[in-house]
T-cell receptor, first 117, second 113 residues
Framework: GAVVSQHPSRVICKSGTSVKIECRSL??????MFWYRQFPKKSLMLMAT?????????EQGVEKDKFLINHASLTLSTLTVTSAHPEDSSFYIC?????????????FGPGTRLTVL | DAKTTQPPSMDCAEGRAANLPCNHS???????VYWYRQIHSQGPQYIIH???NNETNEMASLIITEDRKSSTLILPHATLRDTAVYYC??????????????FGGGTRVLVKP
């Protein structure tokens, strides 16, 4: 099956620093990737839709200047949390849709746990 | 996408069948019923999907009512490793611009020995 990886799996940073999370589709090309965040005991919340070669589309209430998304290639999307603060501590999950498929197949990464001190 | 409603939690005994209900009374004709599960601190895992016929794979069975307003996911022989949050989602099968998979509250399933 299609595999999506995320790096790092967990990261701890100081308040005010920026953190980059990578999402890679390992065995397929993904024209569309999605970023979610999840707080403890809550459901996944969609943050943004990332299309290769174009600007990401952010969900209402998500600050695009704080959560920078780059989808520069068909196998890599990155999420950068700029000037991170403790309230940004969360579980960030990406998913990817194969570009060659006409179906809404979505494959999820294992997640990245961000802790901001 | 149509809203789905699931019970927030349920327990089941190891080795027994687990029946997880989902209501999707406003499901559209082009929307399939998808089930995902999320084991603690992992990404969601696809389980099964269906349109109107019952479906079965190595993980589970999906029973969809004739009017498509509700469905039941069946884990035939629950194991401790099936403890997870299960999400039922109504979502178009055919890819189109603007499609985005959104998650409701899900059902937190605890399999007990």
């Amino acid at each position: 099956g299609a595999v999506v990886s995320q790096h790092p799996s967990r990261v701890i940073c100081k308040s005010g620093t920026s953190v980059k999370i990578e999402c890679r589709s390992l065995d397929f090309q993904a024209t569309t990737m999605f970023w979610y965040r999840q707080f403890p005991k809550k459901s996944l919340m969609l943050m943004a839709t990332s299309n290769e070669g174009s600007k990401a589309t952010y969900e209402q209430g998500v600050e695009k200047d704080k959560f920078l998304i780059n989808h520069a290639s068909l196998t890599l999307s990155t999420l950068t949390v700029t000037s991170a603060h403790p309230e940004d501590s969360s579980f960030y999950i990406c998913s990817a849709t194969p570009g060659t498929s006409g179906y809404n197949e979505q494959f999820f990464g294992p997640g990245t746990r961000l802790t901001v001190l | 996408d149509a809203k789905t409603t699931q019970p927030p939690s349920m327990d089941c005994a190891e080795g027994r069948a687990a029946n997880l209900p989902c209501n999707h009374s406003t499901i559209s004709g082009n929307e399939y019923v998808y089930w995902y599960r999320q084991i603690h601190s992992q990404g969601p895992q696809y389980i099964i999907h269906g349109l109107k016929n019952n479906e079965t794979n190595e993980m589970a069975s999906l029973i969809i009512t004739e009017d498509r307003k509700s469905s039941t996911l069946i884990l035939p022989h629950a194991t401790l490793r099936d403890t997870a949050v299960y999400y039922c989602i109504a979502y178009p099968r055919i890819k189109a611009a603007g499609n985005k998979l959104t998650f409701g509250g899900g059902t937190r399933v605890l399999v007990k020995p």
